[in-house]
Structure formats: structure tokens, C-alpha cells
């Protein structure tokens, strides 16, 4: 049985999420309150410009770079909503939603020279962010989103989620909802929707509608490109779609976050309110529960796997290359085919946490170790394609080639998660050059000198280097001894063995760092 964590970070910079499975880190979201033009984000744009070739045109949404829109990007019942949004964006007073009529739905070969013009404006959504030298990648087929629900403009339409698999219960869901919805509207009932209450669903649904209405109230009299209705923020669409009754532990470091999600847990499954847990500890929160070190040692170029296998990572404009090796070579008893099966196995274990982990997008290219047997290729086809279920991003996989390549797409809406994991020399602070190591005690006295005779600190502990350490405090008479009675100062001197040879670090009283 996997066990679910859920990690939470709360800081002035903003708020990393860490999915935890069996202790193992799955995914990492980081949510800036900077966070702009972000997925699901709705926006009242202007054609910049029709590309006729391409049956698209750019629309200017106030981002630097102009978004892109194709014809079938459109959407079904454009026409309805471009109706809506011109009569709106001509007039001073707004056109209430429950009197814009239905019209003529788009043909699948259209042309968009016959829908759009340069310099009107379009109502349209954010479906993939800007990546790279590309702009946001939008849509007019316009959703809002809930928990249990997604309401859409201009639509018909009552869908249930497949993974709802009762026909009674999908029956309930439709009766329910049909009489709660207001013409010209559709919606879709999402997983976390089984089971829910009539309630449940008219609560949801009434504060969806009032989204919808803030979005239609600032349509009226047009003047340039502005931002209508924001999605939640990352945090609150993260939780909402990730958050169930299958965690074990979500601890947050935050009051008024732990609150929040406490109260959501409330709401959707009393008796598991106390999985949440508010942190408490000295130790940052992600230090406590090991994701720090996990996120150093993943995130890397290079991955190590068991066995000293590893895997490298590439990035490209166009994709992904992941490259599998069996690292120390050793002869296995099983066999090279049954050691290749191994490895391969292992590696795609550690594929599916990586792209969930680093929200790797677009096309990924594996290769993996050489095998010849056709069974060993569709076992480990299998065995990633299994592996790859529980990913919330839609995606394809390919069996692999005769060349041993397996090739997967994975929906990519935002960049991918970069996390800078190496660290500036603590001793030659990235020069590459260091003081020569025979003037290392004078350059230390002359330090001690200055925080007890210029700042009047009267005690002072130095952390350093074990060999450093042992020859600060060696002889009855020692350097730590005779700069103590010389400054009139008490000195601790701390040994650390993951400090280079060199570095070091003085503290005060307090604890505070008192050297750069």
C-alpha cells in the first residue's frame, strides 16, 4: 500500500508543495505570489494578427509576448461567445449572460479569417503558459474550474468522469445536476464529484456561476487587453485537485494555511481531519521530512540509481533525452539480458518519479540498456506504462523501437521545474583560488581580534574542519587557550565534518553567523 504526504512549505518567497510516496518525493510545486499569466487564467484579448497559413492568429493579452490561438482552439460554440463579448465590448452597459442567445456552432474545417479580425476583441483562456521564446498557448472554449465540478459558458453539455464507474450513481449525478443548471451552460462532474450530495454540488455550483458573472461584468466598453477572471492561486488549484482521503499526513509550517486545509479536509471527509498537522519545529520543515536532501540529489544532470546504475538527463529546445546506464560493469550470474531487464526496470521506476517531479513536458526520448528478447522489451513497456497511471498530466507512450528507444509525450502547460542544486566553494567563495593554508591561524586570530575588540563579543564559537578542530585545541597550551586569555574572550571551537577543508564559521552568543 503506497502512504501519501503531503509536505508544505510556507515562506516569504512563497509556497513549495512536496508529494510524498512512501517517504519518496513524487512532485514538487512552487507557487510565487508573482505568479502571472498563469493555466486557467481567462483574459479579454485583442487580434494583433491573422496568420492565415497557419489557420491561427497571435492575440495580445498584455504579455510580453503575443499568445497564439488556432482555428480549433476555437471551440465548438465560439460563435455564441464572440457574439456575447462583442455586444458587450461596444457598450457601456453590460449584456446579462442569461439574454446572449445561442448561435450556429463552428464547422470543424473552417477557416478563422471568416471568425476573427484584426483589432477586435476575443474573450480566451490560458491553456499552457509561455515557455522558452514562445507566448501563452490559449483557448476560447472557456472552463471554470471547482473541486467536484467544471462549469462552461455557452454549452449544453452534462459529462461525468469515466473513472465513475457505478451507472446508478452516474444516473444521480446527471438528475441532480441537470436541475440545478441555468440555461446555456454545461458542466462536467469530475471524480471527486461521486458520492457528493445535491448540497455539495448547488454550493459549488453557485459560486462557479458567480465567477462566471464577475467575468461578463467587466466586459463592457473595451479599450485594451485585460485580465477577467484569475485562477485560484497555485496552491489552492494544487490542493484542490490533489487533496482526498487517500493521504496519510499533510504537515504545514503555516497557521492560517493549516486552517485552510484543515477546513477543506472538514468538508470533504470529516473523520480524516486529523491527517493535518501543523509543524512546530526549529528545523525547516523540508530538512524534517527529507526533502531537501531528496531534491540535491535528484535534481541533477546525473541520477543515481541502485546497483551504481544511473541515468543522464538532457534538456533541449525540442526535447528530452534520458540515457540509461548500467554504470561499474560486473559480470551477473543472471546473465547480460537478465541484468540489462534489471536495470531497465529500475530506471523506469525513477523515469516516472523524475517526470512527475520535474513536470518534464513535450517529447522524452529513453535509452535504455540493450535487450534482445522481445518478451523483456514488452515487460518493461508494461511495467512504465503502469508506473505512469497515477501521473496527473495527460500522456503517450510508445513500445519501444528496434534500437531499444522508448518515446513518450507528456502534456506540458507550464516550464519545466528547475532547481539549481550545486553550491558556491565556501572556500574560495567561486574564485578557484584560496589563501595559502600556512596563514590559515593568523587569518583566523585576526578575525577573533576584530569581533571581541571592534564588536565586543565576549564569546565566540568557531565551527571548522575536524583536522582544523584537532589542531586548534591540540597541547595543553592551544591556540583556542592562548587567543581566549589573550582577547579575555571565551572560544568553543566545533568540529563539522561536511565543512571543506578550510571553511569556516563564527558565531556568537546567540547564534548568530557573525563571518561571511
Request: hydrophobic share 40%; aromatic share 8%.
Amino acid at each position: 500500500m503506497i502512504k501519501k504526504e503531503l509536505v508544505i512549505d510556507v515562506a516569504s518567497s512563497g509556497i513549495s508543495i512536496a508529494l510524498l510516496e512512501n517517504k519518496k518525493i513524487v512532485e514538487l510545486n512552487k507557487d510565487t505570489s508573482s505568479d502571472k499569466f498563469s493555466v486557467a487564467d481567462i483574459y479579454l484579448g485583442k487580434v494583433k494578427k491573422i496568420m492565415p497559413a497557419l489557420n491561427a492568429a497571435f492575440v495580445d493579452i498584455g504579455h510580453e509576448k503575443d499568445a497564439f490561438i488556432h482555428y480549433l482552439d476555437l471551440g465548438y460554440n465560439f460563435q455564441s461567445l464572440n457574439n456575447f463579448v462583442l455586444q458587450n465590448a461596444s457598450s457601456a452597459k453590460s449584456l446579462p449572460f442569461s439574454k446572449a442567445k445561442m448561435a450556429e456552432p463552428l464547422e470543424k474545417e473552417g477557416k478563422i479569417t471568416t471568425f476573427l479580425k484584426q483589432g477586435q476583441p476575443i474573450m480566451v483562456q490560458i491553456v499552457k503558459e509561455a515557455i522558452s521564446t514562445k507566448g501563452p498557448r490559449l483557448t476560447s472554449e472557456i472552463s471554470i474550474a471547482g473541486r467536484n465540478t467544471v462549469l462552461m459558458p455557452f454549452s449544453d453539455k452534462i459529462s461525468i468522469s469515466q473513472k465513475i464507474s457505478s451507472t446508478e450513481e452516474k444516473k444521480r449525478l446527471r438528475k441532480l445536476i441537470k436541475g440545478m443548471l441555468p440555461p446555456n451552460f454545461g458542466i462536467i462532474l469530475r471524480t471527486a464529484a461521486e458520492g457528493k450530495s445535491g448540497e455539495i454540488l448547488g454550493e459549488e455550483l453557485s459560486t462557479l456561476l458567480k465567477r462566471w458573472d464577475e467575468c461578463c461584468n467587466k466586459l463592457k466598453a473595451f479599450k485594451k487587453p485585460e485580465l477577467l477572471v484569475r485562477e485560484i492561486n497555485r496552491t489552492s488549484a494544487i490542493l484542490r485537485d490533489m487533496l482526498n482521503g487517500s493521504f496519510n499526513n499533510i504537515y504545514v509550517n503555516n497557521r492560517s494555511v493549516y486552517n485552510e486545509i484543515h477546513d477543506y479536509i472538514v468538508n470533504i471527509e470529516p473523520e480524516k481531519e486529523k491527517i493535518v498537522k501543523l509543524y512546530r519545529g526549529k528545523v525547516p520543515i523540508f530538512e524534517q521530512y527529507g526533502v531537501s536532501k531528496q531534491i540535491k540529489g535528484l535534481f541533477g544532470r546525473v541520477v543515481s540509481l541502485k546497483t551504481g546504475a544511473y541515468m543522464v538527463i538532457e534538456h533541449t529546445e525540442a526535447l528530452h533525452v534520458i540515457d540509461v546506464n548500467s554504470g561499474v560493469r560486473i559480470k551477473s550470474p543472471t546473465g547480460q539480458e537478465a541484468h540489462a531487464l534489471e536495470v531497465n526496470l529500475l530506471a523506469a521506476e525513477e523515469i516516472a518519479r523524475q517526470l512527475r517531479m520535474r513536470d518534464m513536458g513535450g517529447i522524452i526520448v529513453v535509452d535504455f540498456i540493450d535487450m534482445h528478447e522481445s518478451n523483456n522489451k514488452q515487460m518493461l513497456y508494461n511495467k512504465i506504462q503502469k508506473l505512469m497511471e497515477n501521473d496527473r498530466a495527460k500522456h503517450n507512450i510508445l513500445p519501444l523501437t528496434k534500437f531499444g528507444l522508448l518515446q513518450i509525450t507528456r502534456q506540458r502547460v507550464r516550464p519545466e521545474l528547475h532547481i539549481k542544486n550545486d553550491e558556491t566553494c565556501p572556500t574560495c567563495h567561486g574564485s578557484g583560488h584560496i589563501a595559502p593554508s600556512t596563514l590559515f591561524d593568523s587569518y583566523l586570530k585576526s578575525q577573533v581580534a576584530y569581533f571581541v575588540n571592534k564588536l565586543g563579543n565576549r564569546y565566540l564559537k568557531i565551527v571548522v574542519h575536524p583536522y582544523l578542530a584537532a589542531y586548534l585545541n591540540k597541547g595543553l597550551f592551544s591556540l583556542r587557550l592562548k587567543w581566549s586569555l589573550q582577547y579575555r574572550c571565551y572560544i568553543k571551537i566545533k568540529s563539522d565534518p561536511a565543512f571543506s577543508y578550510l571553511e569556516t564559521r563564527i558565531f556568537d552568543s546567540k547564534g548568530k553567523k557573525l563571518n561571511e
